[in-house]
């Protein structure tokens, strides 16, 4: 397994993550931008699914904060996507994104 926790500071240098066919249709659906999805991956926080064969990617606390400060005063526009999580293979494509309304 291998994730990157690499910090892009300039968007347009960062490559954006592989989505499979299914990802990219829930994401339109349920209307998450590239950029959360993205941002989950550079400040999110990891943790294995219950079934062990996939990982799913939250905001912490301080992840949240650091996509904020990344964000600048735009943040104030996507405050609402706080609790979106993605879940990823173990070769990291994204394989869904939703929200996890608590």
Known sequence: MFH???FFAD????PQAVRTRHAQVRQRQRGIPDVVIDGILDFGTATRTPDG???RWTF???GWARFCAWMG???RQFDRYRWVYVITSDD???LT???DWR
């Open 4 to 6: 990157d926790h690499r």
């Open 60 to 62: 912490g606390k301080r």
């Open 53 to 55: 064969q996939a990982w």
């Open 92 to 94: 990291d494509v994204v």
């Open 97 to 99: 994104a939703a929200f």
């Open 11 to 14: 968007p347009v240098c960062r």
């Open 73 to 75: 005063r735009a943040a």
